[in-house]
C-alpha cells in the first residue's frame, strides 16, 4: 500500500518549512502543539488544521475534488513589564504573515493561501503571553477516492 499524504498535512508541512526556511520567523516554529510554549521561549509560532470542507465535487460519481480548509498560524509573544502585549507579538505577527503571503500556493503544494481573519488572545498561558492567531483559508484539489 503506496502511504498518502492528506491534503491537510501537505498544507501544513508546506507552512511550516516556508516560516522555518531562511532565517526562520521565531527560534521555535512547529505543529499543533499540546502544551503550552516553554518558558525559555519569548517567540514562537504554532501551525494548526482547524477543519476542511468539501467545495466543489465531481457530477459523476459525485467524490470531492475542491476542499477548503481553515488552518490557524499562532504567533507567540512573551512580554515583560516595559512593552505592550499586542505590540510585543507584533512584529512576529507581521513576519509570519508576509512569509506565509510572499508564495500563496507554498511552493505548489496548495491551489492558493488566503488571510481571513487574525485574533488575539492576551495572557495565554498565565506568564504574560499574547497569542495573535492568524487564519489562512488553503484551497486544495483531490483525485477521486482519495483526501490526498
Known amino acids: 500500500v503506496r502511504h498518502m499524504t492528506s491534503i491537510v498535512n501537505t498544507a501544513v508541512?508546506?507552512?511550516?518549512?516556508?516560516?522555518?526556511?531562511?532565517?526562520?520567523?521565531?527560534?521555535?516554529?512547529?505543529?499543533?502543539?499540546?502544551?503550552?510554549?516553554?518558558q525559555a521561549s519569548?517567540?514562537?509560532?504554532?501551525?494548526?488544521p482547524l477543519n476542511s470542507q468539501v467545495t466543489e465535487a465531481a457530477l459523476a460519481p459525485g467524490y470531492p475534488v475542491s476542499w477548503t480548509s481553515?488552518?490557524?498560524?499562532?504567533?507567540?509573544?512573551?512580554?515583560?513589564?516595559?512593552?505592550?502585549?499586542?505590540?510585543?507579538?507584533?512584529?512576529?505577527?507581521?513576519?509570519?504573515?508576509?512569509?506565509?503571503?510572499?508564495?500563496p500556493s507554498l511552493g505548489g503544494a496548495v491551489l492558493a493561501l488566503q488571510p481571513q481573519e487574525v485574533a488575539y488572545d492576551f495572557d495565554a498561558d498565565g506568564d504574560q503571553t499574547t497569542c495573535a492567531?492568524?487564519?489562512f483559508s488553503v484551497r486544495h484539489k483531490t483525485a477521486g477516492t482519495t483526501f490526498s
Open 13 to 38: 508541512t508546506a507552512m511550516v518549512a516556508s516560516l522555518q526556511s531562511g532565517t526562520p520567523v521565531a527560534p521555535l516554529v512547529a505543529r499543533v502543539r499540546l502544551r503550552p510554549v516553554a
Open 42 to 48: 519569548a517567540l514562537a509560532v504554532v501551525v494548526r
Open 70 to 103: 481553515a488552518i490557524a498560524v499562532e504567533c507567540y509573544a512573551r512580554s515583560g513589564t516595559t512593552t505592550a502585549p499586542d505590540v510585543a507579538v507584533d512584529a512576529l505577527l507581521e513576519a509570519t504573515y508576509a512569509r506565509l503571503m510572499a508564495d
Open 133 to 135: 492567531t492568524l487564519v
